[in-house]
């Protein structure tokens, strides 16, 4: 299959620009389009046929289910069975945003569209493109992130044709995502709302507007365990993993850097190539030839905007071990820390 590529200006565009890709949506075909937090892979979250061909371009198991992606209110509620005040405060305070949240579903969403689970996951995103694309094309747009099963997210068109091209009929290329990583998602189907994945939006956020809510222990993790999976299916898998061996280096900045540079020095007698991730504050210090800043622990929102990206370039200059310093787990820091252990599959060093 050839794929487009168009770009398209996020800060100006005519609607005759997504013509082609609401086209391909209303048609059951594949678009994959820039939201605010990574790219999605969108096709019409009520046509089962455009859901398999989602799982199949992703390489993605089947019973892992997809974000249903709306423009307007009312839409949710041709989604969801039941709606809880709670949700829809949550909705009147952070959509359109970086929130997902879970409901009972409704009949007409496709058990292929949820990964065969009575429940529906839905999200308004707060982008331009994304937003017009969902209007013009009249589509409830399944969407989940648009790279490969098991690679990191793609934050820029790039990486979704190095990872989908051939694969879908088009990209809307709108240049970087904002935020760069995954949205919050929060079960709303009990009587607890439950964060399954950590995001833009913290606990502390959502608690500000609706009282208590509660972690997935699987969220909490450092390490696997046997006996909790998490609930939402997407979070059991390894993911986000480059082919290198990452591991985190938790501690005292002087310690880590020490540590990072004691292995260092064993790498090289060996011959491998090693790599540091390092902060705009830290990354003097360290001795090894191949050093790369992932930006300053004063803007956390930088580090995740750049993160997936420097977990790529890891791949494309053959990283075979690489070390990254820890953050901080409050704000975007939790976000940031889980999705880093999921990538170094819970490898990590404490000094
Ligand atoms: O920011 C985002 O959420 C991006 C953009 C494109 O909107 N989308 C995204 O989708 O990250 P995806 O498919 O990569 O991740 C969706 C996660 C998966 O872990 C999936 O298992 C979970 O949401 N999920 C979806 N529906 C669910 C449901 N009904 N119950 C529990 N978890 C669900
Ligand atoms: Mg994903």
């Known amino acids: 299959m050839k794929t487009i590529i168009q770009k398209v200006n996020p800060e100006y565009f005519e609607d005759s620009e997504l013509e082609a890709a609401s086209r391909i949506l209303q048609t059951g075909g594949l678009v994959a389009f820039p939201t605010e937090t990574v790219y999605g892979l969108g096709g019409n979250a009520l046509l089962p046929r455009a859901a398999q061909r989602i799982y199949a371009a992703k390489g993605r198991p089947s019973d892992n289910p997809l974000i249903v992606h709306i423009a307007e209110m009312d839409h ?126 913290t606990k502390i956020m959502l608690e500000g507007v609706i009282g208590r ?46 540590k990072i540079n004691a292995l260092t020095e064993e790498h090289q007698s060996r011959q491998e190539k090693a790599v540091v991730i390092a902060t705009e504050e830290s990354r003097q210090f360290y001795i090894s030839e191949h050093v790369y800043s992932i930006g300053s622990r004063k803007t956390e929102g930088s580090i995740a905007a750049g993160l997936y990206d420097i977990l790529r370039l890891m791949d494309h200059i053959g990283a075979e071990f690489i070390y990254i310093e820890s953050f901080s787990e409050d704000t975007l820091g939790s976000a940031i820390m889980n999705r880093l252990l999921k990538a170094a599959g819970y490898h990590r060093i404490q000094v």
């Open 76 to 201: 949710l509620f041709d989604l969801a069975e039941e709606v809880s005040d709670k949700a829809l405060a949550l909705a009147e305070t952070f959509w359109p945003g970086p929130l997902t949240m879970i409901f009972p579903k409704k009949e007409s969403v496709p058990a292929s569209t949820t990964g065969g689970l009575r429940t529906v996951a839905v999200r308004m995103p707060n982008h331009p493109i994304a937003a017009a694309l969902i209007r013009q094309s009249g589509v409830y747009i399944a969407a989940p992130s648009a790279n490969l099963s098991g690679r990191p997210s793609p934050t820029k068109a790039e990486h979704v044709i190095e990872d989908l091209e051939g694969r879908i009929e088009l990209i809307l290329d709108g240049g970087r995502t904002g935020i760069g990583i995954e949205s919050t998602i929060v079960d709303m189907s009990g009587d607890m709302p439950v964060i399954l994945r950590p995001g833009f939006y």
């Open 213 to 258: 809510v509660s972690v997935d222990p699987a969220v909490l993790l450092t390490e696997p365990k046997e006996d909790i999976t998490a609930k939402a299916p997407g979070m059991k898998y390894r993911h986000y993993a480059p082919k290198g061996q990452l591991t985190v280096v938790e501690g005292d900045m002087e310690r880590v850097v020490a």
